[in-house]
């Protein structure tokens, strides 16, 4: 792998290997047999705000042997507009790899092309990658490796946004049941559909179909960032899809809740729901820096 650019563009083949290498490193947590990012920096410029990502890249980088390096884009010349492909022909003459948070999916395109260095997607308005990675990890910790072509999933709510975008292509590359529901304008475009060309994306504007007999029902917040101006309109519209209780009850046995975080309780979910599933959730919190090892350990290795 030369970057993590998207799920789109990974194989099945490479999904399952970063899934196997995320569930191997996380087991020798503290006891790696190699520190592949030794003697490495890699940087992280982030646009938005995070938590989870900016420290598990944090950590990770430094439990593999490397140097993170914090860029917020406030505080360097990128943010003062200075070109992409400048900033990426510099650090890419000092650094060893790059992760990312921005808007437009084409700057850490060009970013990765003008460097030269690995890049790693950490967020842009087309998807989120390492989040899926590591909710992937979660759903094989929590119901065994193997069983992707028999589990139905859903998301609820903005589900044409990054983190949805992203499951669709896991269901594309790893066969299993994706039902999206949300209101009419929020579904997948017809092109997105057609690209994906994709028999198990099931799309709904009926929130109880998408959850029947589901496994692992998701959800985000309906006002991803960069989208605060159209709180005001957006948010009536999605209420039918908040995950609760009353939703709950006919998903199937067993079931689990699972959202990215951060959450907006009263939301996109209930406080009430948010508390029953809080183990599965912040362990999927806590799999961001396993699934991301892999990432990491993956790029070193394959671009050393
Ligand atoms: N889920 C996630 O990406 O969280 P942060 O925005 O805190 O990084
Ligand atoms: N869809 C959300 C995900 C946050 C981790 C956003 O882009 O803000």
Same mark, same amino acid.
């Given at each position: 792998?030369?970057?993590?650019?998207?799920?789109?563009?990974?194989?099945?083949?490479?999904?399952?290997?970063?899934?196997?290498?995320?569930?191997?490193?996380?087991?020798?947590?503290?006891?790696?047999?190699?520190?592949?990012?030794?003697?490495?920096?890699?940087?992280?410029?982030?646009?938005?705000?995070?938590?989870?990502?900016?420290?598990?890249?944090?950590?990770?980088?430094?439990?593999?042997?490397?140097?993170?390096?914090?860029?917020?884009?406030?505080?360097?010349?990128?943010?003062?507009?200075?070109?992409?492909?400048?900033?990426?022909?510099?650090?890419?003459?000092?650094?060893?790899?790059?992760?990312?948070?921005?808007?437009?999916?084409?700057?850490?395109?060009?970013?990765?092309?003008?460097?030269?260095?690995?890049?790693?997607?950490?967020?842009?308005?087309?998807?989120?990658?390492?989040?899926?990675?590591?909710?992937?990890?979660?759903?094989?910790?929590?119901?065994?490796?193997?069983?992707?072509?028999?589990?139905?999933?859903?998301?609820?709510?903005? @589900?044409?946004?990054?983190?949805?975008?992203?499951?669709?292509? &896991?269901? %594309?590359?790893?066969?299993? /049941? #994706? *039902?999206?529901?949300?209101?009419?304008?929020?579904?997948?475009?017809?092109?997105?559909?057609?690209?994906?060309?994709?028999?198990?994306?099931?799309?709904?504007?009926?929130?109880?179909?998408?959850?029947?007999?589901?496994?692992?029902?998701?959800?985000?917040?309906?006002?991803?960032?960069?989208?605060?101006?159209?709180?005001?309109?957006?948010?009536?519209?999605?209420?039918?899809?908040?995950?609760?209780?009353?939703?709950?009850?006919?998903?199937?046995?067993?079931?689990?809740?699972?959202?990215?975080?951060?959450?907006?309780?009263?939301?996109?979910?209930?406080?009430?729901?948010?508390?029953?599933?809080?183990? @599965?959730?912040?362990?999927?919190?806590?799999?961001?820096?396993? &699934?991301? %090892?892999?990432?990491?350990? /993956? #790029? *070193?290795?394959?671009?050393?």
């Amino acid at each position: 792998m030369k970057n993590l650019l998207s799920i789109k563009e990974l194989t099945g083949e490479q999904i399952r290997m970063l899934l196997d290498l995320g569930h191997r490193l996380k087991s020798e947590r503290g006891n790696h047999r190699e520190l592949p990012l030794t003697g490495q920096t890699w940087a992280l410029i982030f646009s938005k705000s995070s938590t989870r990502t900016r420290v598990s890249f944090e950590v990770g980088i430094s439990e593999l042997g490397g140097r993170p390096m914090f860029l917020s884009t406030r505080d360097i010349q990128l943010g003062r507009g200075e070109p992409i492909k400048d900033t990426a022909r510099v650090l890419g003459r000092m650094i060893h790899g790059a992760v990312i948070r921005t808007y437009g999916q084409e700057e850490v395109e060009e970013f990765a092309a003008y460097s030269k260095i690995p890049t790693i997607n950490a967020l842009t308005d087309l998807e989120h990658p390492c989040q899926i990675l590591a909710d992937l990890l979660t759903i094989e910790e929590k119901y065994g490796v193997g069983s992707w072509k028999e589990m139905k999933i859903s998301f609820l709510g903005d @589900v044409d946004n990054n983190m949805g975008r992203s499951w669709m292509w &896991a269901a %594309k590359h790893l066969g299993f /049941t #994706l *039902a999206l529901a949300g209101p009419e304008k929020a579904l997948p475009k017809a092109e997105t559909l057609a690209e994906l060309d994709c028999p198990n994306i099931i799309c709904t504007t009926d929130p109880a179909e998408a959850v029947r007999d589901c496994t692992v029902i998701n959800t985000d917040t309906w006002i991803s960032m960069g989208q605060e101006a159209e709180k005001g309109t957006k948010e009536a519209a999605f209420f039918p899809y908040q995950v609760n209780a009353e939703l709950l009850k006919t998903a199937a046995p067993g079931h689990s809740v699972f959202h990215c975080l951060p959450a907006y309780r009263g939301y996109e979910i209930t406080e009430e729901v948010l508390e029953a599933h809080a183990p @599965v959730i912040f362990t999927e919190a806590e799999n961001r820096l396993h &699934a991301q %090892k892999a990432v990491l350990y /993956t #790029l *070193a290795k394959d671009n050393a």
